[in-house]
């Protein structure tokens, strides 16, 4: 999906007593505790871009995102990158900007990206761990 760039959806609902009776289907328990499956589904994303998306994957095996994009130096919004920090980086991420700067705080569950002045070209990688000089 993230080669064509486009958007997917898993509909679920928090278990309260299933009147068809099953409760193997939720992504939250009776006791309130995510099951596997919301690992599986969940992911870091682009929520918005300010500019034209060129690519963008997330590699469930290393947790790592890549996003590229050519920004639109009209939009004074940031871009939004959704991180999963409970599920998949509980020690932390490392994001990295090119042509831009991150102006969220870190360890933030939305990665803001505010775009250069100029350039044609923004490149966003969210890693696990802190990052290293």
């Not at 994009?69 to 990158?81: E, Q, S």
Request: net charge negative.
């Amino acid at each position: 999906m993230d080669a064509e760039q486009v958007g997917w959806i898993y509909w679920s609902w928090k278990f309260y007593g299933d009147p068809t009776g099953s409760a193997a289907e939720g992504l939250v328990t009776s006791h309130g505790q995510l099951k596997t499956t919301a690992r599986v589904l969940s992911r870091t994303y682009p929520e918005a871009v300010a500019g034209r998306p060129i690519a963008f994957d997330y590699s469930p095996d290393t947790d790592v995102f890549h996003l590229s994009y050519a920004p639109n130096h009209r939009l004074h919004a940031p871009t939004v990158v959704f991180v999963p920090t409970q599920i998949h980086y509980s020690r932390g991420y490392c994001a990295k900007v090119s042509g831009g700067h991150v102006t969220s705080a870190p360890g933030s569950d939305l990665l803001d990206v505010e775009n250069a002045r100029s350039g044609r070209l923004v490149t966003v990688t969210v890693e696990p761990g802190s990052c290293t000089s």
